[in-house]
């Protein structure tokens, strides 16, 4: 006969111990050089008028400090971080750059409005409108994802409900 011994914090413990070592960082900052360099691509043109290397860069910066200063507001409120609370960054990095292509595209399809201002303007109503919508869903999974009794599943939910909706707020006001 065999006897089994399961603890509250089993399922803690063996998530702890399999994210333990430095290669989940290095993982982390591979996968963030891969999507700098995806985004860098894509906003790439020979034309130079028509190159937008640098919206694609803002795309990252702007997805990363919402990120940055969700996970940190999570941290001073005391939410305790667990290993999957690292999948927030690829979270916050897609759905971030996501946005800042909706705007991007945005503006290149104004190119008829002369002045700049109104063009990103339009691109603002226009996209807005789009990600404002998206993003509300998501963020509504995450809240209806934070209810559940999993301490993992629940901070990750506290964790990218945060740096969503920074990333959010940085979108619209950086764009």
């Known amino acids: 006969r065999m006897d089994h011994h399961i603890a509250s914090r089993s399922r803690d413990d063996e998530l702890s111990s ?17 999507i700098t360099c995806y ?8 034309d130079l008028f028509r190159s937008k290397v640098y919206c694609g860069v803002l795309c990252v910066a702007n997805s990363l400090l919402g990120c940055i200063a969700g ?14 609370a690292l999948v927030t960054v690829f979270l916050c990095l897609g759905i971030g750059c996501d946005c ?12 008829l409005v002369e002045r700049a201002q109104d063009r990103v ?17 998501n963020l509504v ?6 209810q559940t009794p999993y301490l993992a599943v629940r901070n990750f939910c506290y964790f990218s409900f945060a740096g969503l909706f920074l990333g959010y707020i940085n979108t619209l006001t950086l764009w």
């Open 18 to 34: 399999l994210a333990s070592d430095d290669s989940d960082m290095i993982i982390v900052a591979m996968t963030f050089v891969m």
């Open 39 to 46: 985004c860098v691509s894509v906003t790439f043109s020979c």
């Open 71 to 84: 996970m940190g507001i999570c941290a001073y409120a005391g939410v305790q971080f667990v290993p999957t």
């Open 100 to 111: 800042g292509f909706v705007f991007i595209n945005a503006y290149s399809l104004a190119y």
């Open 121 to 137: 303007a339009l691109a603002v109503k226009d996209g807005g409108v789009g990600i404002t919508i998206t993003t509300t869903m």
């Open 141 to 146: 999974g995450l809240l209806i994802g934070a």
